[in-house]
Nanobody, 125 residues
């Protein structure tokens, strides 16, 4: 089992920045990829970014490419999402996820086995 706990959400003005963290514990060596998803009110959960644990390759949703950066510190078992140039449409609950059975760069939520509880990000205009 892997436990994930997000932190770092909050309220920020448009154009501002936030850094989300996701602390992983348990059998983290059994995970192949980690990712961030988000869900806005009334909308389905959507993919944001993913990173491969082994080669650290990354992949982003078009909506955040060039503004968000996903990275991880394996020594600390922590995943991060640096969010710059935030827009009101980035407002959502952000979830950290870990994949235990899919290698590469999974972008579907069904490919992830473990989820955090989420952290709220609100961007005001």
């Amino acid at each position: 089992q892997v436990q994930l706990v997000e932190s770092g959400g909050g309220l920020v003005q448009a154009g501002g920045s936030l850094r989300l963290s996701c602390a992983a514990s348990g059998r983290t060596s059994s995970t192949y990829a980690m990712g961030w998803f988000r869900q806005a009110p009334g909308k389905e959960r959507e993919f944001v970014a993913t990173i491969n644990r082994i080669d650290r390759s990354t992949y982003y949703a078009d909506s955040v490419k060039g503004r968000f950066t996903i990275f991880r510190d394996n020594a600390k078992s922590t995943l991060y999402l640096q969010m710059n140039s935030l827009k009101p449409e980035d407002t959502a609950v952000y979830y950290c996820a870990a994949s235990g059975g899919v290698s590469g760069l999974p972008t579907w939520d069904i490919e992830y086995d473990y989820w955090g509880q989420g952290t709220q990000v609100t961007v005001s205009s």
